[in-house]
Protein backbone atom coordinates (compact mmCIF):
# COMPACT_ATOMS: atom_id res chain seq x y z
CA UNK A 1 0.00 0.00 0.00
CA UNK A 2 2.74 2.26 0.67
CA UNK A 3 4.27 2.33 -3.16
CA UNK A 4 1.11 4.07 -4.53
CA UNK A 5 1.36 6.64 -2.20
CA UNK A 6 5.45 7.00 -1.78
CA UNK A 7 4.87 7.67 -5.89
CA UNK A 8 2.72 10.52 -5.87
CA UNK A 9 4.32 12.27 -2.74
CA UNK A 10 7.04 12.30 -4.60
CA UNK A 11 5.74 13.85 -7.96
CA UNK A 12 4.05 16.35 -6.30
CA UNK A 13 6.75 17.33 -4.01
CA UNK A 14 9.48 17.32 -7.01
CA UNK A 15 7.20 20.03 -8.46
CA UNK A 16 6.24 22.00 -6.19
CA UNK A 17 9.42 24.06 -5.06
CA UNK A 18 9.36 26.36 -8.63
CA UNK A 19 7.55 29.68 -8.35
CA UNK A 20 4.95 30.63 -10.82
CA UNK A 21 5.99 33.01 -13.41
CA UNK A 22 3.11 34.29 -15.23
CA UNK A 23 1.74 37.96 -14.82
CA UNK A 24 -0.48 39.00 -11.92
CA UNK A 25 -3.97 38.77 -14.66
CA UNK A 26 -2.77 35.64 -16.49
CA UNK A 27 -2.21 33.86 -13.67
CA UNK A 28 -5.95 35.19 -11.88
CA UNK A 29 -7.50 33.89 -15.62
CA UNK A 30 -5.95 30.80 -15.39
CA UNK A 31 -6.97 29.89 -12.19
CA UNK A 32 -10.26 31.27 -12.19
CA UNK A 33 -10.68 28.16 -15.43
CA UNK A 34 -9.25 25.64 -12.98
CA UNK A 35 -12.52 25.84 -10.97
CA UNK A 36 -14.68 25.47 -13.77
CA UNK A 37 -15.33 21.66 -14.39
CA UNK A 38 -16.07 22.55 -18.44
CA UNK A 39 -13.96 25.85 -18.94
CA UNK A 40 -12.20 25.32 -22.78
CA UNK A 41 -8.87 24.03 -21.20
CA UNK A 42 -7.04 21.05 -21.27
CA UNK A 43 -6.16 19.41 -18.10
CA UNK A 44 -4.89 16.57 -16.54
CA UNK A 45 -5.82 15.99 -12.51
CA UNK A 46 -4.05 12.82 -11.08
CA UNK A 47 -5.29 12.90 -7.49
CA UNK A 48 -4.04 10.61 -4.75
CA UNK A 49 -7.35 9.69 -2.22
CA UNK A 50 -6.94 6.81 0.64
CA UNK A 51 -10.17 5.33 2.34
CA UNK A 52 -9.92 3.64 5.34
CA UNK A 53 -12.55 1.85 8.04
CA UNK A 54 -14.02 -1.09 5.40
CA UNK A 55 -15.74 -3.32 6.42
CA UNK A 56 -18.42 -4.63 9.24
CA UNK A 57 -15.14 -4.42 11.32
CA UNK A 58 -13.65 -1.56 9.79
CA UNK A 59 -10.45 -3.07 9.12
CA UNK A 60 -9.73 -2.27 5.27
CA UNK A 61 -8.13 0.05 3.42
CA UNK A 62 -7.73 1.75 0.08
CA UNK A 63 -5.68 3.75 -1.51
CA UNK A 64 -6.05 5.23 -5.43
CA UNK A 65 -4.65 7.23 -7.88
CA UNK A 66 -7.36 9.13 -9.89
CA UNK A 67 -7.20 10.34 -13.09
CA UNK A 68 -9.54 12.57 -14.54
CA UNK A 69 -8.28 14.43 -18.40
CA UNK A 70 -10.58 17.21 -19.27
CA UNK A 71 -10.56 18.00 -23.27
CA UNK A 72 -12.36 20.62 -25.08
CA UNK A 73 -13.72 20.36 -28.61
CA UNK A 74 -15.42 23.21 -30.94
CA UNK A 75 -18.75 22.20 -32.11
CA UNK A 76 -19.60 24.77 -34.42
CA UNK A 77 -19.11 28.58 -33.98
CA UNK A 78 -21.41 28.41 -30.60
CA UNK A 79 -20.72 25.54 -28.80
CA UNK A 80 -18.21 23.52 -27.20
CA UNK A 81 -18.17 19.72 -26.23
CA UNK A 82 -15.65 18.93 -22.98
CA UNK A 83 -15.02 15.54 -22.78
CA UNK A 84 -14.19 14.28 -19.15
CA UNK A 85 -12.63 11.24 -18.24
CA UNK A 86 -12.97 9.35 -14.78
CA UNK A 87 -10.42 6.31 -14.09
CA UNK A 88 -8.50 4.75 -10.98
CA UNK A 89 -5.15 2.20 -10.09
CA UNK A 90 -6.34 1.64 -7.14
CA UNK A 91 -4.97 -0.75 -4.33
CA UNK A 92 -6.94 -2.33 -1.21
CA UNK A 93 -6.74 -4.91 1.30
CA UNK A 94 -9.82 -5.41 3.11
CA UNK A 95 -9.25 -8.78 5.04
CA UNK A 96 -12.93 -9.39 6.35
CA UNK A 97 -13.80 -9.80 2.36
CA UNK A 98 -10.81 -11.80 1.36
CA UNK A 99 -9.12 -8.88 -0.90
CA UNK A 100 -5.94 -7.80 -1.28
CA UNK A 101 -4.96 -7.01 -4.43
CA UNK A 102 -4.61 -3.94 -7.10
CA UNK A 103 -5.86 -3.05 -10.55
CA UNK A 104 -7.65 -0.64 -12.36
CA UNK A 105 -11.18 0.65 -12.13
CA UNK A 106 -14.20 1.09 -14.50
CA UNK A 107 -13.75 4.12 -16.75
CA UNK A 108 -16.72 7.22 -16.55
CA UNK A 109 -16.70 9.29 -19.43
CA UNK A 110 -18.57 12.36 -19.44
CA UNK A 111 -19.32 15.02 -22.28
CA UNK A 112 -20.80 18.39 -21.76
CA UNK A 113 -21.97 20.39 -24.49
CA UNK A 114 -21.87 24.13 -23.15
CA UNK A 115 -22.46 26.99 -25.02
CA UNK A 116 -19.26 29.50 -25.52
CA UNK A 117 -21.03 32.55 -24.85
CA UNK A 118 -22.71 32.55 -21.32
CA UNK A 119 -25.43 35.21 -21.64
CA UNK A 120 -26.08 38.44 -19.66
CA UNK A 121 -27.09 36.39 -16.88
CA UNK A 122 -23.42 34.92 -16.68
CA UNK A 123 -24.12 31.52 -15.52
CA UNK A 124 -22.12 28.73 -17.10
CA UNK A 125 -24.06 25.31 -18.30
CA UNK A 126 -23.77 21.93 -19.98
CA UNK A 127 -25.50 19.04 -20.26
CA UNK A 128 -24.51 15.50 -22.07
CA UNK A 129 -24.11 11.87 -21.76
CA UNK A 130 -22.47 9.86 -18.73
CA UNK A 131 -21.17 6.73 -19.95
CA UNK A 132 -19.91 3.82 -17.62
CA UNK A 133 -17.86 1.07 -19.47
CA UNK A 134 -17.16 -1.78 -17.93
CA UNK A 135 -12.76 -2.04 -18.04
CA UNK A 136 -12.05 -2.79 -14.34
CA UNK A 137 -9.42 -5.75 -13.98
CA UNK A 138 -10.92 -7.24 -11.09
CA UNK A 139 -14.53 -7.90 -9.85
CA UNK A 140 -14.37 -6.13 -6.93
CA UNK A 141 -12.84 -2.73 -8.58
CA UNK A 142 -15.86 -2.75 -10.79
CA UNK A 143 -19.51 -2.75 -11.15
CA UNK A 144 -19.52 -5.60 -14.29
CA UNK A 145 -21.73 -3.53 -16.04
CA UNK A 146 -22.12 -1.03 -18.80
CA UNK A 147 -24.01 2.14 -18.18
CA UNK A 148 -25.80 5.17 -19.30
CA UNK A 149 -27.49 8.53 -18.21
CA UNK A 150 -27.46 12.35 -18.67
CA UNK A 151 -25.40 14.82 -16.56
CA UNK A 152 -25.55 18.39 -16.51
CA UNK A 153 -23.68 21.05 -14.98
CA UNK A 154 -24.01 24.52 -13.69
CA UNK A 155 -22.10 27.35 -12.38
CA UNK A 156 -21.33 31.34 -11.69
CA UNK A 157 -18.39 32.75 -11.16
CA UNK A 158 -18.19 36.58 -10.10
CA UNK A 159 -15.34 38.45 -8.67
CA UNK A 160 -13.14 35.69 -6.89
CA UNK A 161 -16.06 33.49 -5.86
CA UNK A 162 -17.05 30.15 -8.39
CA UNK A 163 -20.34 28.69 -6.99
CA UNK A 164 -21.92 25.81 -8.12
CA UNK A 165 -22.87 22.22 -8.95
CA UNK A 166 -23.27 18.75 -11.41
CA UNK A 167 -25.11 16.37 -11.35
CA UNK A 168 -25.98 12.95 -13.52
CA UNK A 169 -28.09 9.86 -13.17
CA UNK A 170 -26.77 6.67 -14.08
CA UNK A 171 -28.39 3.07 -15.31
CA UNK A 172 -26.73 0.12 -16.51
CA UNK A 173 -27.64 -1.29 -20.17
CA UNK A 174 -25.76 -3.92 -20.14
CA UNK A 175 -23.15 -6.59 -18.67
CA UNK A 176 -23.05 -9.26 -16.19
CA UNK A 177 -26.29 -10.15 -15.15
CA UNK A 178 -24.95 -11.85 -11.74
CA UNK A 179 -23.65 -8.66 -11.00
CA UNK A 180 -26.04 -5.84 -9.19
CA UNK A 181 -27.97 -3.57 -11.14
CA UNK A 182 -26.91 -0.36 -11.18
CA UNK A 183 -29.30 2.48 -10.74
CA UNK A 184 -27.69 5.78 -8.98
CA UNK A 185 -27.78 9.91 -8.93
CA UNK A 186 -24.73 11.79 -8.20
CA UNK A 187 -24.63 15.19 -6.69
CA UNK A 188 -21.57 17.47 -6.25
CA UNK A 189 -22.29 21.00 -4.84
CA UNK A 190 -18.88 23.19 -5.02
CA UNK A 191 -17.47 26.73 -4.03
CA UNK A 192 -14.32 28.23 -4.31
CA UNK A 193 -12.40 31.65 -3.11
CA UNK A 194 -9.27 33.18 -5.16
CA UNK A 195 -6.95 35.00 -3.08
CA UNK A 196 -5.47 38.81 -4.66
CA UNK A 197 -2.92 37.24 -5.99
CA UNK A 198 -4.49 35.32 -8.42
CA UNK A 199 -2.45 31.90 -7.91
CA UNK A 200 -3.96 30.62 -4.74
CA UNK A 201 -7.41 29.54 -4.36
CA UNK A 202 -9.82 27.36 -1.84
CA UNK A 203 -12.47 24.57 -2.77
CA UNK A 204 -15.03 23.16 -0.49
CA UNK A 205 -17.29 20.62 -2.39
CA UNK A 206 -19.09 17.51 -1.43
CA UNK A 207 -20.04 14.69 -3.25
CA UNK A 208 -22.66 12.67 -2.50
CA UNK A 209 -24.10 9.49 -4.60
CA UNK A 210 -27.81 7.39 -3.89
CA UNK A 211 -27.69 4.55 -4.85
CA UNK A 212 -31.47 3.87 -5.89
CA UNK A 213 -30.95 -0.55 -5.67
CA UNK A 214 -30.15 -0.56 -2.34
CA UNK A 215 -31.63 2.42 -0.81
CA UNK A 216 -28.08 3.85 0.23
CA UNK A 217 -26.37 6.97 0.59
CA UNK A 218 -22.65 7.88 0.36
CA UNK A 219 -21.11 11.53 1.02
CA UNK A 220 -17.94 12.88 1.99
CA UNK A 221 -16.75 16.75 1.90
CA UNK A 222 -13.35 17.75 0.45
CA UNK A 223 -11.25 21.67 2.04
CA UNK A 224 -8.73 21.58 -0.43
CA UNK A 225 -6.30 24.61 -1.00
CA UNK A 226 -5.11 25.12 -4.04
CA UNK A 227 -1.58 26.80 -5.87
CA UNK A 228 -1.00 27.51 -9.41
CA UNK A 229 2.89 26.70 -9.99
CA UNK A 230 5.63 26.26 -12.94
CA UNK A 231 7.96 23.05 -13.57
CA UNK A 232 10.27 24.60 -16.54
CA UNK A 233 7.59 25.09 -19.55
CA UNK A 234 4.79 22.83 -17.54
CA UNK A 235 2.11 25.32 -15.89
CA UNK A 236 0.21 22.97 -13.41
CA UNK A 237 -1.70 23.23 -10.38
CA UNK A 238 -1.13 21.37 -6.60
CA UNK A 239 -4.10 21.14 -4.28
CA UNK A 240 -3.50 19.42 -0.71
CA UNK A 241 -6.77 19.04 1.36
CA UNK A 242 -8.70 16.75 3.80
CA UNK A 243 -11.54 14.59 2.83
CA UNK A 244 -13.89 13.73 5.43
CA UNK A 245 -16.90 11.06 5.10
CA UNK A 246 -19.86 11.84 6.80
CA UNK A 247 -22.16 9.42 5.23
CA UNK A 248 -21.11 5.66 4.75
CA UNK A 249 -22.72 3.79 2.22
CA UNK A 250 -23.00 0.02 3.27
CA UNK A 251 -19.96 -1.68 4.63
CA UNK A 252 -18.10 1.56 2.68
CA UNK A 253 -15.03 3.74 3.97
CA UNK A 254 -15.91 5.56 7.24
CA UNK A 255 -13.23 8.22 7.69
CA UNK A 256 -11.00 11.68 7.41
CA UNK A 257 -7.81 11.61 5.19
CA UNK A 258 -5.16 13.79 3.13
CA UNK A 259 -6.29 14.14 -0.38
CA UNK A 260 -3.25 15.55 -3.27
CA UNK A 261 -3.88 16.18 -6.28
CA UNK A 262 -1.95 17.64 -9.24
CA UNK A 263 -3.10 18.90 -12.36
CA UNK A 264 -0.89 19.65 -15.83
CA UNK A 265 -2.63 22.65 -17.78
CA UNK A 266 -2.39 23.28 -21.52
CA UNK A 267 -3.69 26.69 -21.86
CA UNK A 268 -4.72 27.37 -25.75
Same mark, same amino acid.
Given at each position: ??????????????? $??????? @???????????? *? *??????????????????????????? @????????????????????? /???????????????????????? !????????????? $?????????????????????????????? !???????????????????????????? /?????????????????? *?????????????????????????????????????????? /???????? @? /?????????????????????
Amino acid at each position: MNNIRLLFLTALLGV $SVPAFAE @EQDTARALSKKT *N *NPIASLISVPIEFNKDSDIGPEKTGEQ @ESIKFSPVIPFEVGDDWNMIS /RTIFSYVEQDIPEFGLDESGWSDI !ALTLYFTPKDTGP $SGVIWGVGPIILLDTATEDSLGAGKWGLGP !AAVALKQEGRWTVGGLTYYLTDVGGDDD /RDDIEQVFLQPFVSYQLD *NGKTSFTLQSEITRDLEEDETGAFALFQVNQLMRFGSQVMQG /RIGVRHWY @E /RMGYGPDSTELNLRLTLLFPQ
